[in-house]
């Protein structure tokens, strides 16, 4: 039996093919060539159930803000039976008029000391081989699609094969505050990346609503229960997770001081709005917008409100409560 690819590599070899061709993919070429649907279809998995998949992993990358384009028959746009399924990479050219720094290219070189072209999987690479051999030819090679470095959360994989296979899972969930974590059951039916952190929304079952939880807050493995739900409750799910977290952050927001110039300038300034004293920047999760903020020490001052002041304050505290036991020690 065929070794199983998970989920994540399939999708980087998704990733990977459909930026190889300029004039697309047809479904059944993807599905026949693409690491991850070529072993499940060699493996007997059925044409329907390998089509399913396809087209939750489209709507997945979709919602991390990969432009899946699909191209269908001229004469009959919306006859998408032979459709044609592409990334543009002139969707990820940089404007002709952006120019960098000689600090912001060093930065650029830092982040991609970490990519290769040895980077790209064996299975990638055979991916984008087999769609040459079809006659459809990239552009360019394509590499770095799978980091060396990976801060992907440990409950990501068993979370993502769980809304791959529709089953409820259960897990231990410490909330900032709290002395011990709570049992949480969840139907999971989307794992989405909100401002660079992992966060899975379903289902929970103990009240029947909607709830969203960050990964990194989950302690200890997820289990995987024979339980199953309906796979429609996926519909859309990525989409209503994103929402609601832009709805959270357009709730609240914070008043900061920041030094011109500087890490904390450049990062928060990217999703701040200006005011009069400073800079409002919105926010889902005081707690973790308290950790960004302490982690800038000096070069940012939090003005309002409050209960954010005070968190940053504890942990810049603590840090130096740290330091001064270490140096006791």
């Known amino acids: 039996m065929a070794a199983r690819i998970p989920a994540e590599e399939r999708l980087t070899n998704l ?58 028959d001229a004469a009959d746009p919306n006859d998408l039976r032979e459709a044609r399924y592409r990334i543009p990479q002139a969707e990820y050219d940089l404007p002709s008029d952006i120019e960098f720094s000689p600090a912001e290219l060093a930065v650029l070189q830092l982040a991609g000391s970490v990519w290769s072209a040895e980077s790209v999987s064996g299975d990638a690479q055979s991916g984008v081989r087999k769609i040459r051999a079809l006659g459809i030819d990239g552009d360019e090679p394509i590499i770095g699609f799978a980091p060396r470095i990976t801060a992907r959360d440990a409950a ?53 609503e909607d709830r969203t939880f960050l990964l990194s807050r ?9 339980k199953s739900f309906a796979s429609s409750l996926r519909d859309g799910a990525g989409e209503r997770a994103l929402s609601g977290l832009e709805r959270v952050a357009s709730e609240n927001s914070a008043l900061l001081e920041v030094t011109p110039g500087t890490e904390a300038a450049l990062r928060l300034g990217r999703r701040a709005t200006s005011a009069s004293q400073g800079i409002h920047v919105p926010f889902v999760d ?21 209960v954010l002041r005070d968190a940053v304050i504890d942990r810049l505290r603590a840090v130096v409560h740290a330091h001064a036991d270490a140096e006791e020690a």
């Not at 479904?27 to 279809?41: C, E, F, H, P, T």
């Not at 139907?187 to 952190?197: C, G, N, Q, S, T």
């Open 156 to 208: 990501f994989s068993p979370l993502q094969d769980a809304i791959e296979r529709s089953r409820v899972v259960a897990f231990d969930y410490l909330k900032p505050g709290e002395d011990a974590p709570r049992r949480r059951t969840i139907r999971p039916l989307a794992l989405v990346d909100y401002e660079a952190r992992w966060h899975v929304f379903g289902v929970d079952v103990d009240v029947d």
């Open 15 to 72: 990733v990977v093919a459909l930026m190889s061709t300029e004039i697309g993919l047809t479904k059944q070429q993807i599905l026949d060539n693409v690491s991850g649907y070529r072993q499940r279809a060699d493996a007997g998995t059925r044409s329907d159930a390998l089509e399913k998949m396809f087209e939750r992993d489209k709507e997945e990358l979709r919602a991390l803000g990969v432009p899946i384009e699909t191209i269908g």
């Open 218 to 226: 989950i302690v200890g493995e997820v289990k995987v229960t024979a």
């Open 286 to 306: 005081v707690h973790i917008l308290a950790d960004e903020l302490a982690s800038y020490g000096p070069e940012v001052r939090v003005v309002e409100p409050a």
